[in-house]
């Protein structure tokens, strides 16, 4: 599977799929996207995660297997920023886990159906979403092979009051995981 990071916490698959294109504007420091693809997932509607017209979407079959996994955006049941879809993404026996804007950590049956992922991309900038703590607790449970961090703030994009990866990449050094750890 090739994994194309566009920025803050979107990809796009085999040059087919992509998962959360950000509106133009919606994100501090980015550039407008300008995209292509068969199929167009969001993992919820905010505007950082749901631009689907920044995205030429052709004809024909991604070729992908899409399970959806219902989820919270907060703490507090949805109540402060709405629902979260986490998505199972499979292709050709290997298996892609994004986790959108998660805001808590999975209850037993999300976390079976996002254990043993080939890739897991996870949300480590916090204030939004889980923190960098929360991201590793949720990796440690999940036991990817390969770890993608995403939705956090660098020198020339995001948003103020999310944190850049230091921490986590901090996180996974002390906790033996640095080896899987994929900076895109």
């Known amino acids: 599977m090739k994994i194309e990071y566009l920025s803050h916490s979107c990809f796009r ?16 420091g980015l550039s407008p996207l300008r995209t292509t693809a068969q199929k167009v997932i ?14 030429n979407v ?6 992908f297997e899409i399970e959806e996994v219902p989820s919270f955006h907060d703490d507090k049941g949805g109540t402060l920023r709405g629902p979260n879809t986490i998505f199972v993404i499979s292709k050709n026996g290997e298996k892609l886990v994004h986790l959108g804007d998660l805001g808590h950590f999975p209850n037993e049956e999300q976390l079976t159906k996002i254990s043993g992922a080939d890739y897991l991309l996870v949300p480590v900038g916090g204030y939004y979403t889980i923190d960098a703590e929360m991201a590793m607790r949720i990796c440690e449970a999940a036991k990817p092979k390969c770890i993608i961090p995403m939705h956090y703030r660098t020198a020339s994009s995001g948003y103020p009051e999310i944190a850049t990866v230091d921490e986590f990449l901090k996180l996974a050094g002390e906790k033996g995981m640095a080896d899987k750890i994929k900076i895109m």
């Open 13 to 28: 698959l085999d040059e087919s799929l992509v998962i959360d294109p950000y509106k133009d504007g919606s994100v501090p």
């Open 42 to 55: 969001c993992s919820h509607g905010h505007a950082d995660h749901s631009g689907v017209e920044c995205v």
């Open 58 to 63: 052709v004809p024909g079959d991604a070729g």
